[in-house]
């Protein structure tokens, strides 16, 4: 399968945990995105990569949230002390340099209690 | 700011009816896209469609179809002959052009079509 995948599927942490989600983009592709989705809601974008640089963050993205992609190919999100308000599934996207479609991962679904 | 609208939350129809779902949107630039995705149970979305702002011919692609009109800012598709596969959350999204890369979603329609 040469579509995007993410790991873990689900987590499941307690809460003031640091969590840690990884994102491997479809492999030709240099643009990746992160975006959060909450129960009944579309997703919300978090932040983008072209190549290895953080072009774009929302607002949404704390101080708590990290973003890396050290060398232009998979992407991890961090989550430090996590609270039952970052519940939620957090999806990875990648698109091609100049294309306009994202294609989209399972998603990870956090759950903190 | 961009904005998607979908009003319908959720939708029920039986086997083999037409269904057709509505998506209003909110931008100020003259360029930009529209999509849609279909999110199963399973949980991935899924890319369905893209119209581009300068191109308002609606087209038609096996069972799918969809009806771009700029004068009301809606961008509706349609499932023709529905099938128990299609249930799923449908989401409208838009894409403007230029510096921004995101896509702005709406809160998506759940459809079940029961047998």
């Known amino acids: 399968d040469t579509g995007v995948s993410q790991d873990p599927r689900h987590k499941i942490t307690k809460r003031g945990q640091n969590v840690t989600f990884r994102c491997d983009p479809i492999?030709?592709?240099?643009?990746l995105y992160w975006y959060r989705q909450t129960l009944g809601q579309g997703p919300e974008f978090l932040t983008y990569?072209?190549?290895?640089?953080?072009?774009?963050k929302s607002r949404l993205l704390s101080d708590r949230f990290s973003a890396e992609r050290p060398k232009g190919s998979f992407s991890t999100l961090e989550i430090q002390r996590t609270e039952q308000g970052d519940s939620a599934m957090y999806l990875c996207?990648?698109?091609?340099?100049?294309?306009?479609?994202?294609?989209f991962g399972p998603g990870t679904r956090l759950t903190v209690l | 700011a961009q904005k998607v609208t979908q009003a319908q939350t959720e939708i029920s129809v039986v086997e083999k009816e037409d269904v057709t779902l509505d998506c209003v949107y909110e931008?100020?630039?003259?360029?930009?896209?529209l999509f849609w995705y279909k999110q199963p149970p399973s949980g991935e979305l899924v890319f369905l469609i893209r119209?581009?702002?300068?191109?308002?011919q609606n087209e038609i692609s096996g069972r799918y179809s969809w009806n771009f009109q700029k004068s009301t800012s809606s961008f509706n598709f349609t499932i023709t002959a529905s099938q128990v596969v299609d249930s799923a959350v449908y989401f409208c999204?838009?894409?403007?052009?230029?510096?921004?890369?995101?896509?702005?979603f709406g809160s998506g329609t759940q459809l079940t079509v029961l047998p």
């Open positions: 931008t100020r630039d003259t360029t930009y896209y």
């Open positions: 119209r581009n702002s300068f191109d308002e």
């Open positions: 492999s030709e592709h240099n643009r």
């Open positions: 999204a838009l894409k403007i052009s230029g510096s921004a890369r995101q896509l702005t």
């Open positions: 990569f072209q190549n290895e640089a953080q072009l774009e």
């Open positions: 996207a990648s698109s091609l340099a100049g294309a306009v479609e994202q294609f």
